[in-house]
């Protein structure tokens, strides 16, 4: 299948007025957007315009019920200046697993990759080029019936923006482990990346956060016992013995960058352990001294270490100051993605 884009240049571009190595997250938007329809069982009218507002009724289904679906990649630009997304297929493939459990229909790869390329390259100028910089870019599909009862949407709308990101400030996080509020319960909504997810996440965060934690560290909806992950970000735990993270299931997003550390973690000989992990078992690992380092992984920040978390009251600090392995990882990840070493595990698809 050729997927033929109607192209809609802006008159002018807007990057002069940005200094794009230097933008604050998420507020800054590229030139350009993609969509595209799907009616009456067909994507169609594929389209790059001028980045804006777009038209909605009121009675937007997924306004209502909620049928919004996510994902989240970045493309790199680097030092000789050349383009590159990172595993764009396995967003592609996420997407896909969303859409499936959220009733909505599938994406072919041509249009995804061909409003990726397209977009990029007409906005190419708009990746920062410095350590830890990205071109953030947000694929979405959401449902567009204009229909009062709860069914599933016929139509839908699939789009693609981007903005400029910048390196994060990395301060190490402090995480409630939750004990009440479940993220995703089994044969629930968990693993997909869908917009209510989030919805429901932010009053318990924000109850964690007024009581100065940074994130809730979830558990499972069942006994509250085991881990899961956290905010928009997967966990690991590392040990004297072995790097661990919760197994996959239905109740936990499947990460992108995680699966990324396993698979370098185990190029590099380490023992990866995806399992059932129990807060007991944290706190015991914690106590006997064979905790070294927590950390979460994604796209947004990549890794991001954990220096406390606190359970039933009652706070477990990590020591930061030891040669931190998730330091090494995210040191290994930019070096890929910069083009400074190799791309041996073939992560990179270039801007074409
Ligand atoms: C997106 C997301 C992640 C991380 O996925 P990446 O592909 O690594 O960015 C983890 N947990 C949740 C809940 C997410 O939404």
Request: charged share 20%; aromatic share 12%.
């Amino acid at each position: 299948m050729s997927v033929k884009i109607t192209i809609n240049h802006v008159e002018q571009t807007k990057i002069s007025s940005y200094d794009i190595e230097n933008v604050e997250f998420g507020k800054v938007f590229t030139d350009h957007m993609f969509s595209v329809d799907y009616i009456g069982g067909v994507w169609q009218n594929s389209r790059i315009e001028p980045f804006g507002k777009i038209a909605l009724s009121p009675t937007l289904s997924a306004l209502h019920y909620g049928q919004a679906i996510f994902e989240g990649m970045k493309a790199f630009k680097n030092s000789k200046g050349e383009v590159a997304f990172f595993r764009p297929m396995e967003n592609l493939k996420r997407l896909n697993t969303s859409a499936e459990r959220m009733c909505m229909p599938q994406l072919p790869a041509e249009i995804f990759m061909e409003a990726l390329q397209k977009l990029v390259k007409l906005d190419e100028a708009w990746i920062p080029q410095k350590l830890g910089s990205a071109l953030y870019i947000r694929p979405f599909m959401f449902a567009t019936d204009d229909f009062l009862g709860v069914k599933q949407s016929e139509t839908y709308k699939f789009m693609v923006y981007a903005c400029p990101v910048n390196a994060y400030y990395n301060h190490y996080l402090k995480v409630k482990v939750e004990e009440y509020y479940t993220r995703g319960a089994k044969g629930g909504a968990g693993s997909a990346k869908c917009a209510g997810n989030y919805a429901a996440a932010m009053y318990p965060t924000m109850l964690a956060q007024k009581e100065g934690f940074d994130q809730v560290l979830w558990t499972d909806g069942a006994t509250h016992t085991f881990l899961e992950e956290t905010g928009t970000s997967n966990v690991f735990v590392i040990t004297k013995d072995a790097i661990y993270t919760p197994e996959l299931s239905d109740t936990l997003l499947a990460g992108i960058t995680r699966k990324s550390v396993i698979e370098l973690a185990k190029d590099w000989g380490k023992t990866v352990v995806e399992k059932h992990i129990s807060i007991n078992e944290l706190i015991e690992w914690h106590e006997t001294g064979a905790l070294l380092e927590m950390f979460v992984s994604g796209t947004a920040a990549t890794l991001t270490n954990i220096e406390l978390f606190s359970y039933k009251g009652k706070s477990y600090q990590l020591d930061m100051n030891i040669d931190l392995l998730s330091a090494r990882i995210k040191a290994e990840f930019n070096a890929i993605r910069m083009g400074d070493i190799p791309d041996r595990f073939n992560w990179m698809i270039a801007l074409n």
